[in-house]
C-alpha cells in the first residue's frame, strides 16, 4: 500500500477529476488524504481523508488578491503537510494546479524522499492572457510561462489532460519524457453512460451549460442566439449551473436582454447531484469563445455530456475537433450568435438529428472513458514512485498488481 498526499487549491467536492483520481487510488488500496478548500459539504469519504483550508476560493479579476489567496493556501497547505508526513512519509505527492506553484507545497516533503507529481488541469499562461487582455497581462503570460517550466522543474512526474496539451507543454520547455497524458474522464459510477437518452420527447428544447462561469466560455454567445431564435423556438430554455466571476454581468446580460424566463442560473452542486441537473435538458451547450486557451481546451462537460447520452452543441475549437467528429457533434463557428442559433434551431426542428449525435458522442465519450485511463493514470503514479516503492515496499507491490512493473 502507497501513502499518497493530495494537494489541490479547489473545492473537492466539485472537482471531479481530483475526486476521481483520489477515490481511484483508495479503492486499489493506497492510503490517501487530500488538502484542499474547505466547504460546508466536504467530508472524509470512500476511502479518502479530506483536509479542508479555511479560506474562500477567489474568483475575482483583482491580480494581487489572487496572489493573496494562492500565497495564503500555499502556506496552510505546507504546513499541513509537513505536519502529515511526521506521522509517516508518504510515497507521492500529487499537486493539482491550478496555479502550477501549487508544487511548492510538495517541496519540503520531496526533501524528505517523497516523489512529486504535477497535475496540470489547465495552462495557466493563456487563460490569464485571456482575463488579463492589456499589456501587462501579456508580461504576465509570459511569466506564467516561465513559472510554469519551474513547476515542471520541481516534478518528478507532469501530467497532460490530453494530447494537444502535452504537445503544448513540450513546446515550452518540459521534457517529453516526464510527460503523461491522462484524459478528464468522467467517473462512470456518478455518470451512467446513455443514462438520459430516454428524457427526450418533452416540447421545447431545453439546453444545459454547467461549470465554471467565466467570459471566455461564452454564455453571451449563448444569449444572443436565444434572442434571435423565431417564434417558432420560443420554447427554447437554457440552464446555466455554476459560479465563477462572470456570474453578476450574466444575470445582468439576462435581465438586459429580457431572456429572464428563457434563462435560469442554478448555484453549482456535488458532482455526484449534477446528473440529475442534466436530466432536465435535451441537450448540453459548449459555447466557448475562440483563443489561445479555449482552443486547447477539451471540455470536461462535453465527456460528461456524451457519456450520459446527451447531444452536444459545441463551438468549432481546434482540441474539440480533434476528439469529435461533425457527425459526434452539432458545430456553431466560435463567438458566432447567429451559426449557434442556427445549430440550435437545427436541433430543435430534427430530433432524429439529436439521436444521431446522441448516438456518434456516447461512442466517442466510451473511447474516452475513465475505465480505458484508470491503469494510465496509476501507471504514471507508480512510475514516478518506483524507486521509492521499489526498495520500501517490495512486498506491497507482489500483493498489490497496480504497483508491479508494467511491461
Request: glycine content about 6%; proline content about 5%.
Amino acid at each position: 500500500m502507497a501513502r499518497v498526499l493530495i494537494i489541490a487549491y479547489s473545492n473537492y467536492v466539485r472537482d471531479g477529476r481530483v475526486k476521481r483520481h483520489a477515490e481511484a487510488l483508495a479503492l486499489r488500496g493506497d492510503h490517501v488524504d487530500v488538502i484542499c478548500l474547505a466547504d460546508e459539504q466536504l467530508r472524509s469519504a470512500n476511502g479518502v481523508t479530506t483536509i479542508g483550508i479555511e479560506m474562500p476560493r477567489y474568483h475575482g479579476s483583482n491580480r494581487i488578491a489572487y496572489i493573496r489567496s494562492y500565497a495564503r493556501f500555499f502556506l496552510s497547505a505546507m504546513t499541513t503537510a509537513l505536519r502529515l508526513s511526521r506521522i509517516q512519509r508518504y510515497d507521492a505527492v500529487i499537486a493539482c494546479s491550478m496555479p502550477d506553484m501549487v508544487v511548492l507545497c510538495a517541496a519540503p516533503l520531496k526533501l524528505l524522499g517523497t516523489r512529486v507529481i504535477l497535475d496540470i488541469h489547465d495552462t495557466m499562461p493563456e487563460l490569464y492572457r485571456d482575463k488579463f487582455s492589456d499589456n501587462r497581462g501579456a508580461l504576465g503570460a509570459r511569466l506564467l510561462m516561465l513559472e510554469e517550466r519551474m513547476s515542471a522543474w520541481l516534478a518528478d512526474r507532469v501530467l497532460a489532460v490530453h494530447d494537444l496539451h502535452r504537445s503544448r507543454l513540450v513546446a515550452a520547455g518540459i521534457p517529453a519524457e516526464k510527460i503523461r497524458v491522462v484524459l478528464n474522464s468522467p467517473d462512470l459510477k456518478i455518470f451512467h453512460p446513455g443514462a438520459l437518452r430516454l428524457t427526450n420527447g418533452r416540447p421545447g428544447l431545453t439546453l444545459v451549460c454547467h461549470g465554471t462561469i467565466a467570459r471566455r466560455l461564452g454564455l453571451d454567445i449563448a444569449f444572443k442566439a436565444l434572442a434571435l431564435l423565431g417564434p417558432e423556438e420560443s420554447a427554447v430554455r437554457l440552464i446555466v449551473i455554476g459560479r465563477g466571476d462572470y456570474l453578476a454581468e450574466a444575470e445582468a446580460l439576462v435581465a438586459a436582454m429580457k431572456l429572464e424566463d428563457r434563462v435560469s442560473f442554478v448555484a453549482p452542486v456535488p458532482i455526484e447531484d449534477l446528473p440529475a441537473l442534466l436530466a432536465q435538458a435535451d441537450v448540453g451547450l459548449v459555447p466557448n469563445r475562440p483563443s489561445a486557451a479555449t482552443h486547447l481546451m477539451l471540455p470536461v462537460k462535453m465527456l460528461e455530456y456524451a457519456t450520459l447520452g446527451l447531444p452536444i452543441v459545441a463551438a468549432r475549437l481546434r482540441t474539440i475537433e480533434r476528439y469529435f467528429a461533425d457527425n459526434a457533434v452539432q458545430f456553431f463557428e466560435p463567438g458566432n450568435p447567429e451559426s449557434l442559433a442556427a445549430a440550435i434551431r437545427e436541433l430543435h426542428r430534427n430530433p432524429r438529428r439529436c439521436d444521431e449525435l446522441a448516438e456518434r458522442g456516447s461512442g466517442v465519450a466510451e473511447t474516452l472513458s475513465w475505465k480505458h485511463h484508470k491503469d494510465r493514470y496509476f501507471d504514471a503514479i507508480d512510475s514516478s514512485a518506483r524507486s521509492e516503492l521499489g526498495t520500501n515496499s517490495a512486498s506491497c507491490a507482489r500483493d498489490n498488481p497496480a504497483l508491479r512493473e508494467h511491461p
